[in-house]
Every structure is written in C-alpha cells, then in structure tokens.
C-alpha cells in the first residue's frame, strides 16, 4: 500500500497567515493526488485534485504544489472559515490512501 | 444541484450484515465513478471500494470479501452489503462521486454520511 504521510500534525496560526502543509507518498504517485478540507461534523470537501488543479468554487488562496513522491497545500492568507482539518488523498494505485490529516488551529 | 443521501446504518451485533444505500440526485450514479468512504470516530479517513461507470468494482483490502459495492440504475443508487461485521468497522459510511473519468478518486460530491456501529 501507498502511505502517505502529512506534516505537522497540528497546526497553530493567526488568520491572514500563510499556512502550508506537506503530504509525503511512500512511492511515487505521478500527481494523481487529492487534498481536501473537513469540518466538524460535516462531511469532507474538496480542495484540490490532479495535485495542482483547483475545484469549482474554491477560493483562489488555496493552491497545490508537487509530483512524484513531495506535495503542498498552500493556503495564501488564513481566513476564519479555514480553521479545519486538511487530508491529502493519493488515487495512483489501489488501494487509495489519506494522510492522517493536519488540524489548523487557532494560535 | 447534486444531492448524495446515505441511509440504512445503525447498530449491529459483531458477524451481523448491513445494507447501506445512497440515493442520488441531479446526478447519475451508473455514469460515474462511486466510491464509500469511511471514517472511524475521531479517525481519520478510509476509502472502501469503488464502482467504475463499467462496473469494474475494487476493495479495500480490509473489506475484501466481506463488503460488496453495486449500484441499481433505474433508481439512481449506490449500495454497500456488508457482512461479517466487526468492531473495526464502527464508522461514518460516506458515499462519494468521482470528479470526471480522469480523476475517479478525487471525490466532488459526498453525502452527510451514516453511522454504522458494530457493539454487542
């Protein structure tokens, strides 16, 4: 199985910061990687796909970055409604797998 | 607007058998690629098997033989049959629609999801 592996776990920080946030593949997944953002008790969203391609309608402060085996989730300027839980998502090679998420935190 | 809607959780003994089902609106099931999710409470995220357009079906391997996706065309349905079920399996079942054909395991469209609790 691919692991992906996302960095930091947790993430502390102010709004109209610039938060990012690194997934790491276990081998190479080419950049047929996801990211998505979850809420509390609601179900996940997503961000991006294709690694650097942006869904309809998400704002344009989220971007994504990498291929191969080192991807990034930027966020430009941290908003209110960004505080959330982020995964990383890879769909090169069954079984698809997530990272274990990075919470962003208020600081 | 699409709509996914999941039902048929609950609580079930450990061996027991559940059907879940999504029902699909503004959206056809049978021309795109579906998945299940699921997320353990308080856990992260887990994909479950996936339903290509074709029909070709893949499982997660800790759901291999136990859980069978399948979907019914005239009424716009995902279903997941899962047997043998374990306390392993207490989760949030989440069913999700694939992007496009490029791009089946980036899922734009997710239902609220159901709880399936497996407890004696």
């Known amino acids: 199985d691919i692991q992906m592996t996302q960095s930091p776990s947790t993430l502390s920080a102010s709004v109209g910061d610039r938060v990012t946030i690194t997934c790491r593949a276990s081998q190479t997944i080419s950049t047929w990687l996801a990211w998505y953002q979850q809420k509390p008790g609601k179900a996940p969203k997503l961000l991006i796909y294709k690694a650097s391609i942006l869904e309809s309608g998400v704002p344009s402060g989220f971007s994504g970055s990498g291929s191969g085996t080192e991807f990034t989730l930027t966020i430009s300027s941290l908003q209110p409604e960004d505080f959330a839980t982020y995964y990383c998502q890879q769909y090169n090679g069954y079984p698809w797998t997530f990272g274990q998420g990075t919470k962003v935190e208020f600081k | 607007d699409v709509q996914l809607e999941e039902s048929g959780g609950g609580l079930i003994q450990p061996g027991g058998s559940l059907r879940l089902s999504c029902a699909a609106s503004?959206?056809?099931?049978?021309?795109?690629?579906m998945s299940w999710v699921r997320q353990s409470p308080g856990k992260g995220l887990e994909w479950v098997s996936v339903i290509y357009s074709g029909g070709s079906t893949y499982y997660a391997d800790s759901v291999k033989g136990r859980f069978t996706i399948s979907r019914d065309k005239p009424k716009n349905m995902l279903h997941l049959q899962m047997n043998s079920l374990g306390v392993e399996d207490t989760a949030i079942y989440y069913c999700?629609?694939?992007?496009?054909?490029?791009?089946?395991?980036?899922?734009?469209?997710w239902g609220q999801g159901t709880l399936v609790t497996v407890s004696s």
């Open positions: 999700a629609g694939g992007r496009d054909a490029y791009n089946p395991g980036a899922w734009g469209y």
């Open positions: 503004g959206f056809t099931v049978s021309s795109n690629y």
